[in-house]
């Protein structure tokens, strides 16, 4: 399994599956939040390995 991490929510997700697969399983709108592993941002067709642990930072937009 890999796991998804959002602010204080976890999701787990089987590993093999791609990046953006995996945020649209968990219902996360994939440009809402950028991934990365290990400190590092990773793209959305990265493939996630068994063990992971991947960040989800929420990206804040606005404007006038």
């Known amino acids: ?3 998804l991490v959002l602010r204080d929510k976890e999701y ?3 590993a093999g599956t791609n990046l953006i ?3 649209k399983k968990c ?3 994939p440009e809402s939040v950028i991934a ?3 400190g ?3 793209v959305e067709d990265e493939v996630l390995n068994e063990g992971e642990v991947i ?3 929420a990206v804040i937009s606005g404007g006038s």
């Open 21 to 23: 697969s995996a945020l």
């Open 55 to 57: 960040k989800l930072i």
């Open 1 to 3: 399994m890999v796991k």
């Open 12 to 14: 787990e997700v089987n």
């Open 36 to 38: 990365t592993r290990d």
């Open 40 to 42: 590092e941002m990773i």
């Open 27 to 29: 219902s996360i709108v």
